[in-house]
């Protein structure tokens, strides 16, 4: 994620519990990968299971994506 995105979502965490809930679950995908990256070997049910971590992961940032969009846009504005 780009630095600028960070300081947009901590910017509006406070105020946006959804925005904060994407994020933090965002940050729970990304430390699971992690761990199946740092192993050496993965059975199938952990590479099964590391893809569709990825996958939620990725469906997340869309969804912090769109809303960032928006945040975005009402900054242009001001």
Do not use: C, V, W
Not at 13 to 29: C, G, M, P, W
Not at 64 to 73: A, D, V
């Amino acid at each position: 994620m780009e630095r600028s995105d960070i300081e947009l979502i901590q910017k509006h965490t406070a105020n946006d519990k959804i925005l904060e809930s994407l994020y933090r679950e965002h940050l729970d995908f990304e430390r699971k990968i992690e761990k199946y990256n740092n192993k050496p070997f993965l059975t199938p049910s952990e590479e099964m299971e590391r893809k569709q971590l990825q996958k939620l992961k990725l469906a997340g940032r869309d969804r912090i994506e769109m809303i960032l969009r928006e945040y975005r846009k009402k900054e242009s504005l001001s």
